[in-house]
């Protein structure tokens, strides 16, 4: 069993990967990667799911929601600068015009409708997470700390300098046994260099899945543009190789009525977190922020 999609498997006519609920096998959580390279003009309507819509190397999208207009600047690539967003209701009906680049649709399942919200990249929560070469980039685009005027749906982006590991310590959150925390998650993988905004062809990384009854156990060689989905079981690490950063998109929506970011850490793990006070946060991070790279 392997729940690794390489780049390019979910390809549709329309998009370079879709993901639905019953693409993965489950009920709540769903992605969509669009290229205006293949159309200048893209047109949804929001059937039962809301979304956050989420620039990745697409600038300038002119966005017409339910007849009200939005612009969002977008940025160069996901190694550039932390993005603006827009928060899409249940339903709604949404036309996206742009020229170049790649944007994310990220969708929940839900019957719950919330007013629409854009929010610009300097109001887009970002904070360094772990400490030593477990040191990250946590982009809190629309998790239940960051943003409230959503039903089901979880999304962040993570950046992870080359070298340095994230999703550590491995945890979960899958409802079984005794982690009462229920959310399925979608990984969308872009792999850079040091000198890149985007993407790398050339770009690999590790990720590493394991189920508590010992059902899968998976470490799976990453390329730039891989999807893995996580329907139970522990993750992590995420691995960055040396000289090629790694980001990846999380998307998370479960049955809780109250939206939660909340997990179990593999109980034999669990002291990373108290060795992080003694250790030296890689001074690399934070990567990037509202006007750009950071430079040091």
């Known amino acids: 069993m392997s ?3 390489p780049d390019g498997s979910l390809r549709t006519e329309t998009t370079l990967a879709t993901v639905t609920p ?12 669009f290229n205006f390279a293949k159309r200048l003009t893209v047109e ?3 059937t039962g799911v809301e979304g956050v819509l ?13 007849d009200a207009p939005f612009t969002l600047k977008g940025r160069s690539g996901v190694f550039a600068a932390v993005s603006d967003w827009l928060y899409l209701p249940v ?8 020229t170049t680049g790649e944007f994310a649709l990220c969708t929940a399942r839900t019957t719950q409708e919330f007013p629409a919200y ?6 887009v929560s970002v904070e360094v997470r772990g400490s030593g070469q477990a040191t990250r980039q946590v982009t809190n685009i629309a998790t239940s700390s960051s943003f409230a005027g959503a039903h089901k749906i979880n999304v962040c982006e993570v950046l992870t300098p080359g070298a340095n590991w994230s999703s550590w310590p491995p945890h979960r959150h899958d409802g079984i046994g005794d982690c009462p925390y229920n959310n399925e998650e979608i ?10 905004d985007h993407g790398d062809p050339d770009g690999q990384g590790l990720f590493h899945v394991y189920t508590v009854d010992g059902e899968v156990d998976e470490t799976t060689t990453l390329h730039d543009g891989d999807i893995y989905i996580v329907p139970k079981g522990f993750h992590g690490p995420s691995v960055a190789a040396p000289e ?7 998307v998370l929506a479960g049955p809780a009525q109250d939206r939660t970011m909340a997990f179990c850490d593999d109980p034999a793990h669990h002291w990373i977190r108290d060795s992080w006070t003694t250790q030296v946060q890689d001074p690399r991070c934070p990567m990037t922020n509202a006007e750009g790279k950071v430079t040091r």
């Open 3 to 5: 729940w690794h999609f």
């Open 187 to 196: 990984y969308y993988f872009r792999i850079g260099t040091t000198i890149g």
């Open 22 to 33: 019953e693409i993965a096998g489950w009920t709540y959580s769903g992605i969509q990667i």
């Open 54 to 66: 989420l620039p990745l190397s697409a600038q300038n999208l002119q966005v017409t929601l339910n």
């Open 118 to 123: 854009y929010t610009a990249a300097q109001d």
């Open 91 to 98: 339903n709604s009906k949404v036309s996206i015009t742009g």
């Open 244 to 250: 090629y950063p790694l980001y990846f998109l999380n």
């Open 44 to 46: 949804l309507t929001m």
